[in-house]
């Protein structure tokens, strides 16, 4: 079984920054990518930003220029840098990890951490 818990969601003013953390544990898998969705109230959860093995990166056009994701293989880590952040960048933030673990391609989604940015 692999877990993936995230952390570093929080009340932040508007044009602030957060950094949020995402670690996959377990044993005898592999990381194939690595990626953080959000979810606002009332609203379907959306790609946010994705990294890849080879660390090709992908993001939302609401976020372009503003969030960046990284990742730390070696600890089986992904972050996304947060700036200038706006009230409707508020919502909770997944992260989904996909892993490969003998042969076989499988997502694990994290629980959760809320993000609020006040105006």
């Known amino acids: 079984q692999v877990q993936v818990v995230e952390s570093g969601g929080g009340l932040v003013q508007a044009g602030g920054s957060l950094r949020l953390s995402c670690t996959a544990s377990g044993s005898d898998f592999s990381i194939n990518s690595m990626a953080w969705y959000r979810q606002a109230p009332g609203k379907q959860r959306d790609l946010v930003a994705e990294i890849s093995s080879g660390e090709t990166t992908n993001y939302a056009d609401s976020v372009k220029g503003r969030f960046t994701i990284s990742r730390d293989s070696a600890a089986n880590t992904a972050y996304l840098q947060m700036n200038s952040l706006k009230p409707e960048d508020t919502a909770v933030y997944y992260c989904?990890?996909?892993?490969?673990?003998?042969?076989?391609?499988?997502?694990?989604w994290g629980q959760g951490t809320q993000v609020t940015v006040s105006s």
């Open positions: 989904k990890v996909k892993i490969v673990r003998r042969g076989f391609l499988s997502t694990y």
